[in-house]
């Protein structure tokens, strides 16, 4: 009985050591954090100058949405933010490019409330068919052959709230 007691220990010893080494192994590495200067953040949950998106977001979901937009349209952070002297003014207006990510955000979000929004959910901003990258698709600036408009001379959908334009007679 004593031999099947030590048994029990030594299988929960090699449990609990097992449990140890595979917390100790996922844990990330301090080592991994760049030190080439570093931007910090202080995580208050309240940034300057949030117009579109809301006041409370949290820092990681805004570096979420940031990243998404730096992808999409294959440009970094400088593309709509001014630098000063190396270091980022995220809450300045100096930009025209800023303004233009605003409108775009707000289109897309209509657009997805408009005509994707199923069953009149409450949560628009988790229904997202159309995206930056719908049009942009790692481009800053889409032409007009990426956005599908050398289709037979058919003109681009109007701009939101305008009646699309009367359909044209064949001939």
């Known amino acids: 009985m004593i031999t099947s007691n030590k048994r029990k220990v030594n299988l929960l010893l090699l449990l609990a050591a097992c449990v140890f080494v595979s917390v100790a192994a996922t844990k990330p590495s301090k080592t991994n954090v760049p030190t080439a200067n570093p931007v910090v953040f202080k995580d208050t949950g309240i940034f300057k100058n949030l117009k579109v998106l809301p006041q409370d977001i949290s820092k990681d979901s805004l570096d979420h949405i940031m990243h ?3 992808a999409a349209l294959g440009v970094r952070c400088n593309f709509c933010h001014v630098f000063d002297n190396g270091k980022p003014d995220f809450a300045s207006d100096d930009k025209e490019e800023k303004g233009i990510a605003r409108y775009m955000m707000k ?22 068919v159309v995206k930056c990258f719908t049009c942009h698709r790692g481009s800053p600036h889409p032409d007009e052959a990426s956005m599908g408009m050398n289709n037979g001379n058919m003109p681009p959908p109007p ?3 305008q009646a699309p334009p009367p359909p044209q007679k064949q001939q």
């Open 68 to 70: 998404g937009f730096t």
């Open 107 to 128: 289109m897309t979000g209509e657009i997805n409330a408009k005509y994707f929004n199923m069953n009149n959910s409450t949560m628009t901003d988790t229904i997202s």
């Open 159 to 161: 701009p939101p709230g």
